[in-house]
């Protein structure tokens, strides 16, 4: 399917940091990945778990699909009624991480509200966490082990590093401080030597932290929720909001948490939405998949290589 792409988007105007070929870089790696995992027999496949209708989720499980089986990677949707119990979530969690055929499991946020998303992610097991959540592989990043980090938060700090700023000591602020997005962003920034700021929704002056900002991160879920006043000249933007609204024309679009409008003018370079970190994160989530498939695949050699003479 052809996406529209932001008519923000030109191909001449360079402050836009375009996800695209980002993404393709990371696909070309993986594609040659699945291929020599493949020819030793460990082919790669992932499972996406999805509980009731989320129409917001769609989105990002069509793109996985599309992506994984570009690269080779089999890829199994499995949909559970909007009434499935923890229990049985749980249940359905254990039978894959038991299923040898499985190489990842991803479980859509959101949850229905009865069912705890934290003993979910914890429930998979740590080899098959493709999307970086178990409490394990959160524990890695702090341990500056970043080959397998939560999908988005990778993706953005990907986006900065494309400009070519050099992160160590750079002034970096994050806006949001959700577990999936902002808080492993800020720790994979720390990593790279940034000195990072984190606001949430009781931050007295968002506006005075972000303006200081040499790269601003906004992961709030609002739209226009950065206006340019905001924003330091010159400074990176990585808009990682996914809103949905209605346009001017009537038609459901999907805009950021950026007023891109005007920060444009004042940013040296925005990432634009879609078309910017949306398809990175579907592309790293395909590398995860096959950094997993390595470390289950070392396992299994080193647990059953039997020598023989
Ligand atoms: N591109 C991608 O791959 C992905 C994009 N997204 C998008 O990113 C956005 C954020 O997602 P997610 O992190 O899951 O959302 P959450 O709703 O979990 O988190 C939003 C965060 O924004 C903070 N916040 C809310 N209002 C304010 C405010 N007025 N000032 C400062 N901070 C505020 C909240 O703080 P507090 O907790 O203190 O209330 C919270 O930490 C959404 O638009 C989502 O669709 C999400 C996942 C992947
Ligand atoms: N466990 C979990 N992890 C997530 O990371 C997660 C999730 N659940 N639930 C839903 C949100 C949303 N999300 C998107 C990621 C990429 C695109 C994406 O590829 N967007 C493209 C296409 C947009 C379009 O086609 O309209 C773009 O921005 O250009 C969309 C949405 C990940 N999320």
Known sequence: MQHQSS???????????????????????????????????????????TVGEV?????????????????????????????TTQREL????????????VTGIIIQRPLPREINVKAMQAAIHPLKDVEGMHPASIGNIVYNQLDLAPCTAAASVEMLKSTGLNLKGLEAVVVGHSEIVGKPIAFLLMS??????????????VAAHARRADALFVAVGKPRF????????????????????????????VVGDVDSDSVKDVASW???????????????????????????????????ATKVG
């Open 55 to 83: 129409a917001a989720v769609d989105v990002y499980v069509r793109n996985q699909r599309r992506k994984a089986e570009s690269c080779g990677i089999a890829f199994d949707e499995r949909r559970l009624p909007a009434d």
């Open 7 to 49: 008519p923000l988007v030109s191909a001449t105007d360079n402050r836009f940091l375009r996800g695209g070929p980002i993404a393709e870089g990371i696909l070309a790696e993986v594609r040659e990945a699945v291929a020599k995992a493949t020819e030793d027999g460990f082919p790669p496949r992932l499972v996406s778990i």
């Open 192 to 205: 790279e030597g940034a000195t990072v700021t984190v606001c949430h929704h009781m931050t007295r002056s």
């Open 270 to 304: 925005i990432t634009p939405v879609p078309g910017g970190v949306g398809p990175v994160t579907v592309s790293i989530l395909m590398r995860n998949t096959m950094v997993a498939l390595k470390r289950q695949q070392e396992l299994y050699t080193s647990a059953f």
């Open 90 to 101: 749980e249940a359905a969690i254990q039978g894959m991480n038991a299923d040898p055929r």
């Open 226 to 253: 950065i206006k340019a006043d905001m924003v330091k000249p010159g400074a990176a933007v990585i808009d990682i909001g996914i809103n949905s609204e209605i346009g001017p024309d009537g038609q459901e679009r």
